[in-house]
């Protein structure tokens, strides 16, 4: 009778190979899934939820507002709220999170279009809906031909301005840039202060953008091409008369505003650059990003990540680490960031602004999330936009003063 072996049918040696194989396939499946995800462009799709006035309270001065409990009413900060009516859409802005419950949230009404009715439904935001319309600004559609073609922007004039390119000509103006993923609703916050100002503000989209042409990739460059299109709206302004630009950019967009800077030859037209939350240096977002949600072997997957997008995107890490080349900027900066970003960690814009204290005033908005920190005090965050693009300007400035360039401002 054989003697049965007790060895193994596959050698160590081939069950070590065989396991490493595993863990690689599967290292290597999640870091595509990963990089598709980081680079692929996908239709920006975002559930506005619908909440009804549950209640209205009038009392000393205020009015408060109980709405029904959804993931934007509960929210920190300032909300805001748009409605149809038979005279068109309607607008309200609502203070911070006064109370919840299980089922309600409690909110003060700072701001309305017509007054809020019992029953009424409504779609709350705490971006913005809409156009400009529904800030109250007049405002016309145009487009910026880029390098792969017409991309739709809005047109916003100076207040007491007719929104045309023949008025427009002569003032200075403003190019906003929205971010990663976003859309140029989510500049409508910021928009009325522009406008009181005096500036002209061009809201431009870009390649792959929400309604902009699309690369034959279909991929984004996280800022490393973006800037081109960018550039082709900074020579569009110019074509219509701008006096002096400057630069707004959030979160990517602030990224894109920086690589322009870096490299095109239209850098110096620009006067000044104010940004909020922006995106410094990916490689370290992805880093980031793995150990937040608790991914395998974060810092190895990481590493493949980013590995993956320059295999499936040819992306240029070195083009958009605009942390590293901190050193070579020299226009004017206002930065603000929120301390509880939790897409773009302070860290980056920290070390960014402490490095640079001769050209960067920066603002920290405790509690604030990501492209929050308007929410989170909109008076101080636009007296503070007033104040640095007069003093860019060289216009009067108005009591309270702003920090001085490089003083670092808590809010």
């Given at each position: 009778?054989?003697?049965r072996?007790?060895?193994p049918?596959?050698p160590?040696?081939?069950?070590?190979?065989l396991?490493?194989?595993?863990?690689l396939?599967?290292?290597?499946?999640?870091?595509w899934?990963?990089?598709?995800?980081?680079?692929?462009v996908?239709?920006?799709?975002?559930?506005?939820?619908?909440?009804r006035?549950?209640g209205?309270?009038e009392?000393?001065?205020?009015?408060?507002?109980?709405?029904?409990?959804?993931p934007t009413t509960?929210?920190?900060?300032?909300?805001?709220?748009?409605?149809?009516?038979?005279?068109?859409?309607?607008?309200?802005?609502?203070?911070?999170?006064?109370?919840?419950?299980?089922?309600?949230?409690?909110?003060?009404?700072q701001?309305?279009?017509?007054?809020?009715?019992?029953?009424?439904?409504?779609?709350?935001?705490?971006?913005?809906?809409?156009t400009?319309?529904?800030?109250?600004?007049?405002?016309?559609?145009?487009?910026?031909?880029?390098?792969?073609?017409?991309?739709?922007?809005?047109?916003?004039?100076?207040?007491?301005?007719?929104?045309?390119?023949?008025?427009?000509?002569g003032?200075?103006?403003v190019?906003?840039t929205?971010?990663?993923r976003?859309?140029?609703?989510d500049?409508?916050?910021?928009?009325?202060?522009l406008s009181?100002?005096?500036?002209?503000?061009l809201?431009?989209?870009?390649?792959?953008?929400e309604?902009?042409?699309?690369?034959?990739?279909?991929v984004?460059r996280?800022?490393?091409?973006?800037?081109q299109?960018l550039?082709?709206a900074v020579?569009?302004?110019e074509?219509?008369?701008?006096?002096?630009?400057l630069?707004?950019g959030?979160?990517m967009?602030?990224s894109?505003?920086?690589?322009?800077?870096?490299?095109?030859?239209?850098?110096?037209?620009?006067?000044g650059?104010?940004?909020?939350?922006?995106?410094?240096e990916?490689?370290?977002?992805?880093?980031y990003?793995?150990?937040?949600?608790r991914?395998p072997?974060?810092?190895?997957?990481?590493?493949?990540?980013?590995?993956?997008?320059?295999?499936?995107a040819?992306q240029?890490?070195?083009a958009?680490?605009?942390?590293?080349?901190?050193?070579?900027?020299?226009?004017?900066m206002?930065?603000?960031?929120?301390s509880?970003?939790?897409?773009?960690?302070?860290?980056?814009?920290?070390?960014?602004?402490?490095?640079?204290?001769d050209?960067?005033?920066?603002?920290?908005?405790?509690?604030?999330?990501?492209?929050?920190?308007?929410n989170?005090?909109?008076?101080?965050?636009?007296?503070t936009?007033?104040?640095f693009?007069?003093?860019?300007l060289?216009?009067?400035?108005?009591p309270?003063?702003?920090?001085?360039?490089?003083?670092?401002?808590?809010?």
């Open positions: 009778m054989r003697k072996s007790n060895n049918s596959l160590v040696y081939a069950r070590v190979l396991g490493v194989g595993l863990g396939g599967v290292l290597l499946g999640v870091g899934y990963f990089a598709d995800g980081l680079v692929h996908y239709p920006v799709r975002r559930k506005v939820y619908r909440t006035v549950l209205l309270e009392g000393h001065g205020h009015t408060h507002v109980t709405l029904t409990r959804t509960e929210r920190p900060g300032v909300l805001l709220l748009e409605w149809n009516a038979p005279g068109g859409l309607q607008y309200a802005q609502l203070g911070p999170l006064l109370r919840k419950t299980g089922t309600q949230t409690v909110r003060e009404v701001e309305q279009d017509s007054p809020l009715q019992l029953g009424q439904l409504v779609r709350a935001s705490t971006v913005g809906l809409g400009p319309a529904q800030r109250g600004l007049k405002y016309q559609d145009v487009t910026v031909t880029g390098a792969h073609g017409p991309a739709p922007a809005w047109l916003v004039p100076g207040q007491g301005r007719t929104p045309d390119l023949e008025s427009a000509g003032t200075d103006w190019i906003v929205h971010g990663y976003g859309l140029r609703q500049t409508l916050r910021i928009l009325p202060t009181g100002l005096g500036l002209t503000a809201v431009i989209t870009y390649r792959n953008a309604g902009a042409p699309s690369t034959p990739q279909g984004y996280l800022s490393a091409e973006e800037w299109d550039e082709a020579r569009y302004a074509a219509h008369g701008a006096k002096r630009i630069l707004y959030f979160s967009g602030g894109i505003s920086l690589a322009f800077l870096r490299y095109s030859g239209l850098a110096g037209r620009i006067s650059v104010l940004l909020d939350s922006p995106a410094l990916w490689r370290a977002l992805i880093t990003h793995a150990v937040r949600y991914l072997i974060p810092l190895v997957l990481s590493r493949i990540v980013a590995w993956l997008t320059v295999f499936k040819r240029d890490f070195d958009v680490d605009h942390l590293s080349v901190k050193d070579t900027f020299n226009v004017p206002l930065i603000f960031h929120g509880t970003d939790k897409t773009v960690p302070i860290g980056q814009v920290e070390s960014f602004a402490h490095a640079r204290p050209i960067v005033e920066y603002h920290r908005y405790e509690g604030a999330g990501h492209e929050q920190a308007w989170k005090n909109p008076q101080l965050y636009e007296q936009v007033r104040d693009v007069r003093r860019i060289d216009a009067p400035a108005e309270p003063q702003a920090a001085s360039p490089g003083r670092e401002q808590h809010a």
